[in-house]
């Protein structure tokens, strides 16, 4: 089973400031993680995915992520804020056994607030 | 860019219909799914769907529930009697493998039922 847990359901940063969004998981089989955002009226649009290799990934819009096995998290972050970086982010877990079919468990969502 | 395209953006139906929504998936992907997300809750799974069959699906999923793939492009999801508690915007995913592979959403259907 697995589940994925965001502390903070909304966010405020100034521009310019760290974004830092928490995300916790649990898994009984080494997982995949995904970093997905929401912008208003909008579907879902993957920022970045851990799956092997390197532990610190980097996505799109200048956001990474780094994976921590000992600590069971992927906290996703950002060195500078943007005006354009509000919406919903969105933490989600895929099995990576064999015989999965690579449905997503996601987070409750973190919603990230922008002030100039 | 290849994209997800669901339809209609938004369905408001009376309580007790059928509703289907539609969704194109990329078109060589080879994986399907459907997630419904109630107004201020998390992204939950409904199903998925390969090989024209059903291969997982949630303990939302039940019997008023149905997919489809009918004509090899679209995918479809249908509501048999629609409940109340059945609004949601419900989102279409496509992947082209399982497990490392992105999956790409559609921009959601709102469902309204009233």
């Known amino acids: 089973a697995q589940s994925v847990t965001q502390l903070g359901s909304h966010v405020s940063v100034s521009e310019g400031a760290l974004v830092l969004l928490r995300c916790n998981y649990s898994s009984s089989v080494p997982p995949y993680l995904f970093w997905y955002v929401q912008y208003p009226n909008q579907g879902l649009q993957l920022l970045l995915k851990?799956?092997?290799?390197?532990?610190l990934v980097k996505g799109i819009n200048g956001f990474e992520a780094e994976f921590k096995k000992s600590e069971t998290s992927f906290h996703l972050t950002k060195p500078s804020a943007h005006m354009s970086d509000a919406a919903e982010y969105f933490c989600?877990?895929?099995?990576?056994?064999?015989?999965?079919?690579?449905?997503?468990?996601f987070g409750a969502g973190t919603q990230v607030v922008v002030t100039p | 860019e290849p994209e997800v395209t669901q339809t209609p953006s938004h369905q408001v139906t009376q309580m007790g219909q059928e509703v289907i929504l539609r969704c194109v998936p990329i078109s060589n992907h080879l994986y399907f799914y459907w997630y419904r997300q109630i107004l201020g809750q998390k992204v939950e799974f409904l199903v998925s769907f390969y090989n024209n069959e059903i291969s997982e699906k949630s303990e939302i999923f039940d019997d008023q529930f149905s997919v489809e793939r009918p004509d090899g492009s679209n995918f479809t999801l249908k509501i048999r009697s629609t409940k109340l508690e059945d609004s949601a915007m419900y989102f279409c995913?496509?992947?082209?493998?399982?497990?490392?592979?992105?999956?790409?959403f559609g921009q959601g259907t709102r469902l309204t039922v009233v």
């Open positions: 989600a877990v895929s099995e990576s056994a064999a015989d999965s079919w690579g449905k997503l468990q």
């Open positions: 851990y799956t092997t290799g390197a532990t």
């Open positions: 995913a496509s992947k082209s493998g399982t497990g490392n592979t992105e999956a790409f």
